[in-house]
């Protein structure tokens, strides 16, 4: 399967923003959407945003990081970012990538589903 490496999770002041960032371990061809999930200690995992990895590039956010949070991809280095600015406290969460694959990857399967998941990032926001 496609391996997933999240980096730039850390420490911040909250107000203060972060990077994140992800790579696929395969071609962009291969996936058809790629989003960032978060898990915070005893809650349960929720979308934050995502964008598809074709032309159009539709992106997607959930209510609570709209305004704030941007996500983009670099056709070049063939990554995804998650921009995350004015962080809040709650925003603390493990963040992590995950991939829809495409028809064109053998992976593929009908569906909202996400087959490929990263090991995922720490971010801690403190006021």
């Known amino acids: ?12 002041r909250a107000g203060d923003s972060l990077r994140l960032s992800c790579a696929p371990s395969a071609p962009a061809s291969n996936i058809d959407t790629v989003a960032w999930f978060r898990q915070a200690p005893g809650k349960e995992r929720e979308f934050v945003a995502s964008i598809k990895m074709w ?6 956010y959930a209510d609570s990081v709209k305004g704030r949070f941007t996500i983009s991809r670099d056709a070049v280095k063939d990554t995804v970012a998650l921009q995350m600015n004015t962080l809040k406290p709650e925003d ?27 090991r995922g990032t720490q971010v801690t926001v403190f006021s």
Do not use: H, K, M
Request: aromatic share 14%.
């Open 1 to 12: 399967q496609v391996r997933l490496v999240e980096s730039g999770g850390g420490l911040v």
């Open 55 to 60: 032309a159009g590039n539709n992106q997607n």
């Open 92 to 118: 603390t969460s493990v963040y992590y990538c995950a991939a829809r694959a495409s028809i064109l990857s053998d992976d593929y399967r009908e569906g909202d589903d996400y087959q490929y998941w990263g």
